[in-house]
Nanobody, 121 residues
C-alpha cells in the first residue's frame, strides 16, 4: 500500500499565501507523476496542477501565474505554493500520485485524505 500525507491547509485572507505539502510512502518503486486536485461540495474534483517525473508542470487556467507546483523526488514529496489567493480558491485540496510498486506490476493511482483551504474576502 501507499500512503499520501498532506499538510499546509488552513484559513487565509484574500491576497495571502499558503504552501501545501504531500509526502508519499510505502510500497513505492517509482512515481510517474504527482499533482493536486480540488473539490467543492457537490462538484467534480478538478485538476489544479500536476508534474510528471522529469517533465513540465501543467496548471489549470484559473491558477496560472499564482500557483507553483514543485517536487522533491528524493523525498517522494510534492508541494503547491499558492499565492494571491482568492475566495474562489476555497476548496478541499487532494494530493494525487501515480505510483509504480516495488513489484513493478503496473501504475496505480493514490489519493491523499484532503486538506481544507479557506480564503476569506
Amino acid at each position: 500500500q501507499v500512503q499520501l500525507v498532506e499538510s499546509g491547509g488552513g484559513l487565509v485572507q484574500a491576497g495571502g499565501s499558503l504552501r501545501l505539502s504531500c509526502a508519499a510512502s510505502g510500497n513505492i518503486f517509482s512515481i510517474n507523476s504527482m499533482g493536486w486536485y480540488r473539490q467543492a461540495p457537490g462538484k467534480q474534483r478538478e485538476l489544479v496542477a500536476s508534474m510528471p517525473t522529469g517533465g513540465s508542470p501543467t496548471y489549470a487556467d484559473s491558477v496560472k501565474g499564482r500557483f507553483t507546483i514543485s517536487r522533491d523526488n528524493a523525498k517522494n514529496t510534492v508541494y503547491l505554493q499558492m499565492n494571491s489567493l482568492k475566495p474562489e480558491d476555497t476548496d478541499v485540496y487532494y494530493c494525487y500520485a501515480a505510483v509504480v510498486p516495488v513489484t513493478k506490476t503496473g501504475v496505480y493511482g493514490y489519493w491523499g485524505q484532503g486538506t481544507q483551504v479557506t480564503v476569506s474576502s
